[in-house]
């Protein structure tokens, strides 16, 4: 089975096979010394990738067959997620690209391959909400995959993944203040100045490294020494000052290679 942006494609469909990396496409950047054996590692980075899925479909009347091309068509076309029946909980950002002929044999099946770009080269999990309480809370990302996650009672949230993500942080203020700051390890940190009051909205959106005051953008407000952060695989420990000026939250989702 596969999902498309939530809808199940067994009825228009059989997966017969999908081709999927043991890790995404690797770039190697390389700096040779003239006189010096092997070379330098200057960077890696990973790729987006292609992600092909065969399919085939029994042809029982040329109408039905047809129409149900046209009815699915829309859909495959879409830029969107997919999540195969292997790994339910996990999806990929993609986008179709290149051909989709179907080839019709003497059985009276056609076959053909769907080619998708991985766009973004990783895996994604579940969504995540956490209540950002008043002294703090320490979220630790683990190689669990989504059906093994727990939680301690202690302040320390145990969730799945094996790669950064980037919280979405949301504070809705409950008095007046003209500075805000949200501190992961101590060491970095986003600070806002802002003449809030109570009923004010915040959003620090990590992954569009931007924030937004009542719906409005306003990177103005952000000081020069802040840096947008992800939460990274292992202890993340995340502090709001004033402590008491407004509810937080934190939104993310799993990330995997």
Known sequence: MMWKDGVD?????A????????LPPIEVGTVDVPGRDGTILSRTRFEAWPLVTDIARFRRDPNEFRNTIREVAPLLHKRGEISFYDEPDITYKVQLMGTTEFTP?????????LNWLVYDPFAFGKKEK?????????????PFMASS??????GRLLTGGTRETAPVITAVFNESTDDFRVTLNSNKY????????????LIIDCEKEEIRING?????????ESRFFN??????RLIASPNQAADVEIEYQQRYY
Do not use: C
């Open 190 to 201: 986003v600070r806002v100045l802002w003449d809030f009051n109570a009923g004010d909205r």
């Open 9 to 13: 494609l067994s009825s228009y469909f």
């Open 149 to 154: 996650v727990t939680a301690s009672s202690a």
């Open 216 to 224: 409005t953008r306003r990177m103005n407000a952000l000081t020069l």
């Open 105 to 113: 044999a003497e059985n009276r099946k056609a076959s053909g391959s």
């Open 231 to 236: 939460l990274e695989p292992g202890e993340n």
């Open 130 to 142: 956490r209540v950002l309480l008043q002294e703090g809370i320490t979220i630790l990302i683990m």
């Open 15 to 22: 997966i017969e096979s999908i081709h999927r990396p043991i």
